[in-house]
């Protein structure tokens, strides 16, 4: 009989292009040799072109999809990617602790503040965000806001390495062990620059920046990495190496789709 492998579990929107979201997620687990589980919060109606529309899932239903696979499967590290509307956040924040993921209890949770998508659509209400920070952030092993939710969620606009410093001080003042400030909106920035910050001391991640079309779901698969490297045992400066390198060269390997942008591609 095969082993049962390492188990990681996305609590995180659908999207109907197959690109981002729960989709991309899978993806990353799978090429990961990580099982992946899904408790869906929102199906979007979306390809390559946009989101044209969000149906959120009742916050009770997410709530049981994240308590019936932890107490039978069992999951080593979960994530958070679309979260829609501060109902759903508490709800995902209660299953938590029911079921001992995130801090205070022994499974790591990666919160991916997603907000909207690279088009500009919303997928969080606006509402959402004190949920965000003052529900969700407190029991994170480890947020990774891009620059526009920094923006969103501090009010700082990062547009230096310094500022990028100031941004992860401030985001650690809500309560997560951890805090990586991907630096990929700092265009004027000739390298990509993720930082992280565990209160006390930075780590930097230098990558190459790709001029590159199409980056749809780039986000995701790098959280999902890192819960995956957490689900296997990896340290978090492990598991943040592993996804940067994972990221560039699912980002060399993005493809074009429809008449719009395509996604990143999942690879080593
Ligand atoms: N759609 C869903 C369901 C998502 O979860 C996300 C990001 O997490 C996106 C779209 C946005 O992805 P991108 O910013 O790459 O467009």
Redesign the pocket.
């Given at each position: 009989m095969n082993p049962t492998p390492p188990r990681a579990l996305t609590i995180?929107?659908?999207?109907s292009g197959g690109g981002?979201?729960i989709q991309a997620d899978l993806r990353t687990f799978f090429a990961c040799g990580v099982h992946g589980m899904t408790a869906i919060t929102a199906v979007?109606v979306?390809n390559s072109l946009g989101?044209t529309g969000v149906h959120t899932i009742p916050p009770e239903v997410v709530a049981a999809q994240i308590e019936v696979v932890a107490t039978d499967i069992g999951v080593q590290a979960a994530k958070t990617?679309?979260l829609a509307t501060a109902e759903i956040i508490s709800a995902v924040a209660a299953a938590c602790d029911k079921v001992h993921i995130g801090l205070g209890g022994a499974t790591p949770l990666i919160v991916?503040p997603?907000s909207a998508?690279?088009?500009g659509d919303p997928?969080l209400r606006d509402d959402a965000l004190d949920a965000l920070r003052g529900e969700l952030f407190p029991r994170a092993t480890l947020v990774t806001p891009n620059l526009d939710e920094v923006r969103l969620l501090t009010g700082i606009e990062v547009r230096s390495r310094a500022e990028q410093r100031d941004a992860a001080k401030a985001l650690a003042e809500y309560g997560s062990k951890w805090v990586l400030v991907k630096g990929g909106h700092l265009w004027d920035d000739p390298e990509c620059l993720d930082l992280l910050y565990d209160g006390s001391e930075f780590t930097e991640f230098v990558g190459p920046r790709y001029d590159v079309r199409h980056?749809?779901?780039?986000?995701?698969t790098l959280a999902s990495t890192i819960t995956s490297a957490l689900a296997k045992g990896a340290d978090m400066v492990s598991a943040v190496r592993a996804g940067k390198a994972f990221i560039v060269e699912s980002v060399r390997a993005a493809y074009p789709l429809g008449g719009g942008v395509g996604p990143v591609s999942p690879r080593w």
């Open positions: 995180a929107g659908s999207d981002a979201g979007t979306q989101v990617g679309m991916d997603v998508s690279m088009h997928l980056t749809h779901g780039s986000g995701d």
